[in-house]
């Protein structure tokens, strides 16, 4: 038998994609689908299933909603092709970091607390005219927030694994750091970056210089981080551990702001999604390569 | 005699000027320093001392710290050339205008609020991403607010007094208001411009569309903008009248995210108002034309 069914989340699903089923979070297709499932994409964040590829027999490729695939990676079948969306989240990531350093600088976060008292405290801010921003993590995510910071006139120098034109290497940042403005973390989690911000890392970045974090939670030792509040500044959307628990110390500690790990969940999302998933589907049953894949299987082309 | 000392305010003084004198806010130099000044430069938005200018015998030029000149028109001595601080706010009010509309599609002013009861409140925002911008004021502001949003992926429109390349007229808001998603405000206060956003412009906004003001509080009819939320959300950073007094109402409609007036407000503006006076003066002294000018006096260059 021929495996040509598409099996995608309804909120995701194209609106004209051809020899194809949807389904609603968690609920798992009866066997007469899952025998004709080729090509699956598993449910985003809220709904994880990525245990529902080890049981379609045929499934050649899969698509995911998110860029990272760890979690992916424990139930891929052998031969099975695995691609991410990079692509389609990093613009909201990089959008949400701009917003999150102009929030900060500029007391955003205190005049909307102050809207509840009726309480006008002009204070003059911090602009990202001059400021030296070091971007860590030179991906799609980094190279598209010192895309968006350049016209603003903020001075930035991107940090890769290795040096390379324009991208620092890390080995570079204990030089780099000493007179930063802004420290942005956009690094995907490794066993390298994993804790890699620690008492040492915060050390050397300057008095009043603001650590934003837009990666993942676990790359800041969150105690050590916690002692050097409000000698810096922190602007974070990923915590360790999410969702951060109500009585933890550093929703109410000095000098930081916090989001709900909202970096690539816009409305761009599913739109972004849809035409991914599109292309792709064409891509695989017109035997072209898959684009953004991470392990290729032998079961698709 | 010759008039040839400027006068300045002591925190915009550049560190090397020249035949100079500088003074704390409120404190009027004696008749020594007064018989000399030539090159004036009154105070900024906290200390207003645009009567001075009448009481200095030999004043040829006034550097104003901001770009309104409104206020100090009515005491500009005839003969005088008045030059405004175009060039030295712009950008930090572009940042802010950035910053507002981000923080609000994203819900950083609810974040902000949550952290004090240690709730994390996940929910999806709003992209700049192929998102409708219109910039009503296509002056220095606008045009690099404009630039600001370009690589966040918004499709921009500024709007002039009169169309021209790239600016859409006044004339052309009807059609071009109702497929919006963000209105922002950018004009210098005039006869035109006041209360230009009422009940009927309003109407306009479709459901859910974000008006920003960072122009003037009084270009909004604040009664008519407080009928229309939450239908249309709002970011405010100057309100009608200022400060705001502590029981307004706007201060707790819903969809609102109110500033106090923090603009142009930020570290960059000492900097740059210390570069343009020194350019200024520098110009004044070697019979340069002024850049700037606003009034042209004949009094000097």
Redesign the interface.
Known sequence: MTADLVLVPELLAPGDLANSATYAPGVFPDEGIRERVGFFVPDYIDNPNPEWMTRFPHLQAVQLPTVGFDAALAHLPTGVTLCNAAGVHE??T???T???I??K??????????????????????????AKVLIIGAGGVGS?IE??L????ARTQLVGRARRERVAGVDELPELMGDADVVVLAVPLTPETEGMVDDSFLSRMQDGALLVNVARGSVVVMEDLLAHLPRIEAALDVVDP???????PL??APGV??????GG?????P??ARQLIAAQVERWRTGEPLANVVIRGDLSP
Chains 1, 2 share one sequence.
Request: aromatic letters at 6%; a negative charge; hydrophobic letters at 40%.
């Open positions: 613009q909201s990089a959008e949400l701009v917003g999150l102009i929030a600088w500029r007391g955003l976060d205190r005049a909307a607390r102050d809207m509840a008292e009726g309480t006008w405290d002009h204070r003059r801010g911090r602009s990202l005219q001059e598209r895309n968006a350049a016209p603003l006139g999410e969702p951060l628990p109500i009585d933890h929703w109410r702001l916090i989001s709900p790990h909202i969940d816009t409305d761009a999302f739109r972004l």
